[in-house]
């Protein structure tokens, strides 16, 4: 029996799907960047991924928190899909990141405040997902204390930007979108939501499968 | 006196002369790199490094990611689903 959220996946994805389809045209009409050109255009994959990233570590955070403090496993399951979604988008943010940086910095990669710490929590969370796959038992509560570790750092990620001059763009930058750019962005962070929540979904359900399959088995031996 | 001055000038003049030239030899010479230094400012259009193979870069790879995520998630789910029906059959033909 499937669930209504399992049942919203294939709609989720395939909304998603579309919207990624059609983002190559949704960005070209978004103005140029005055002084960026181009490269700019990266920011519309970019900022989606970080922000989702951010609200990803959050989400496993906060279910991991819960974790340590009731033991449900629902609280589990959802804290190891959001840890996994934020390997992945860290992955995007830390790859497109240098991308962009090449051409409107001249340089691949600097060790600043915001980048730098991106990429400690996206460390952080690779330790999550291992410390899951190769920990064997009893590592749910070793993971889920990394897990509220990686939410900490959350905030100083979010104000590395203001409270240390760097090369990075600052927080401003979003709010201050220009109408062109703002909807474009708009587009791209929606088409980035549902298949967030879709993997998510996913993830929880291959979670709550893999503890049903271990109860199996331990009746089968019983 | 004066004759004394201009013969220790004189003397001493090619030793002076030797050691501007070594100076300005020095000084010209950039000093040795110990470190890189990162840009600060829009210096960065000084390669003029074309952007469309970057934002192409950037784009394949989100998909290739999203899609790997989503194609890998799937294989494991099915996997663990078939496992799990297995199970739940070799139990259920148990207790008959």
Same mark, same amino acid.
């Given at each position: 029996m499937r669930s209504t959220a399992t049942r919203l996946v294939p709609i989720l994805l395939g909304l998603s799907a579309v919207m990624f389809a059609a983002a190559p045209y949704v960005i070209d009409t978004a103005p140029y960047e005055a002084t960026m050109g181009l490269v700019q255009r990266i920011f519309y994959f970019h900022f989606p991924a970080a922000m989702?990233?951010?609200?990803?570590?959050?989400? @496993?955070? =906060?279910?991991?928190?819960?974790?340590?403090?009731?033991?449900?496993?629902?609280?589990?399951?959802?804290?190891?899909?959001a840890a996994e979604l934020a390997v992945v988008l860290g992955a995007i943010v830390l790859v497109t990141g240098p991308l962009?940086?090449?051409?409107?910095?001249?340089?691949w990669w =600097?060790?600043?405040?915001?980048?730098?710490?991106?990429f =400690?929590?996206?460390?952080v969370f690779n330790a999550y997902v291992l410390l899951r796959r190769f920990g064997g038992v009893g590592s749910e509560v070793l993971s889920a204390a990394v897990g509220v570790f990686g939410m900490a750092l959350v905030p100083f990620i979010y104000w590395s930007v203001n409270m240390w001059r760097t090369l990075h763009p600052l927080t401003?930058?979003?709010?201050?979108?220009? =109408?062109?750019?703002?909807?474009?962005?708009?587009? @791209?962070?929606?088409?980035?939501?549902?298949? @967030?929540?879709?993997?998510?979904?996913?993830?929880?359900?291959?979670?709550?499968?893999?503890?049903?399959?271990?109860?199996?088995y331990l009746m089968v031996e019983d | 006196?004066?004759?004394?001055?201009?013969?220790?000038?004189?003397?001493?003049?090619?030793?002076?002369?030797?050691?501007?030239?070594?100076?300005?030899?020095?000084?010209?010479? *950039?000093?040795?790199?110990? !470190? &890189?230094?990162?840009?600060?400012?829009?210096?960065?259009?000084?390669e003029k490094l074309p952007?469309?193979?970057?934002? &192409?870069?950037?784009?394949? &790879?989100?998909?290739?990611?999203?899609? !790997?995520?989503? &194609? *890998?998630?799937?294989?494991?789910?099915?996997r663990v689903e078939r496992e799990l029906t297995d199970v739940t059959a070799r139990l259920e033909a148990r207790r008959r």
């Open positions: 989702l990233m951010l609200v990803a570590s959050v989400v @496993c955070g =906060v279910a991991s928190a819960l974790y340590l403090w009731r033991r449900r496993p629902g609280a589990d399951h959802v804290a190891v899909a962009w940086a090449r051409k409107s910095w001249n340089v =600097v060790w600043e405040a915001r980048i730098t710490s991106t =400690v929590m996206w460390m401003t930058v979003v709010p201050k979108l220009p =109408v062109d750019m703002g909807r474009v962005l708009l587009w @791209c962070v929606i088409a980035f939501l549902f298949w @967030c929540l879709a993997l998510l979904i996913l993830r929880v359900r291959l979670e709550s499968a893999r503890r049903e399959l271990d109860e199996a | 006196m004066l004759d004394r001055l201009l013969v220790i000038m004189r003397r001493i003049a090619p030793a002076v002369l030797i050691l501007l030239a070594v100076t300005t030899i020095v000084a010209a010479q *950039s000093p040795a790199q110990d !470190g &890189f230094v990162p840009v600060t400012g829009n210096e960065a259009d000084v952007a469309a193979p970057l934002v &192409f870069a950037a784009y394949a &790879f989100v998909w290739v990611a999203m899609i !790997g995520y989503v &194609f *890998s998630l799937w294989r494991r789910l099915v």
